[in-house]
Nanobody
Framework: QVRLVQSGGGLVQAGGSLRLSCEASGGIIRINDMGWYRQGPGKQRELVASITSGGSANYLDSVKGRFTISRDNAKNMVALQMNSLKPEDTAVYYC?????????????WGRGTQVTVSS
């Protein structure tokens, strides 16, 4: 059973930094793309950043230059370093992984973690 366990997040003032981490476990053969999504109050879930197994990253325009996604393939982990945070970054953040596992392949989600940026 594949699980994605998130850590990090919390409350920070505008201009501050936070780091999110996510570790995948459970019958994993390999992980293709990993990413971070967010869903703000009254908004649809959006892709914030994604990274391939080879390390190629893509970012939502509004976070470019402020957020950095990274991964450790050996540990099945993905992280999101968030700097210069703005109130509009407030959201529940979810990690995602496209997993090839012992019992099949599919997309998996973390449970979400709240990030709140105060002005």
């Amino acid at each position: 059973q594949v699980r994605l366990v998130q850590s990090g997040g919390g409350l920070v003032q505008a201009g501050g930094s936070l780091r999110l981490s996510c570790e995948a476990s459970g019958g994993i053969i390999r992980i293709n793309d990993m990413g971070w999504y967010r869903q703000g109050p009254g908004k649809q879930r959006e892709l914030v950043a994604s990274i391939t197994s080879g390390g190629s990253a893509n970012y939502l325009d509004s976070v470019k230059g402020r957020f950095t996604i990274s991964r450790d393939n050996a540990k099945n982990m993905v992280a999101l370093q968030m700097n210069s945070l703005k109130p509009e970054d407030t959201a529940v953040y979810y990690c995602s992984a496209d997993v090839v596992g012992n019992t099949g392949s599919g997309g998996y989600w973390g449970r979400g973690t709240q990030v709140t940026v105060s002005s």
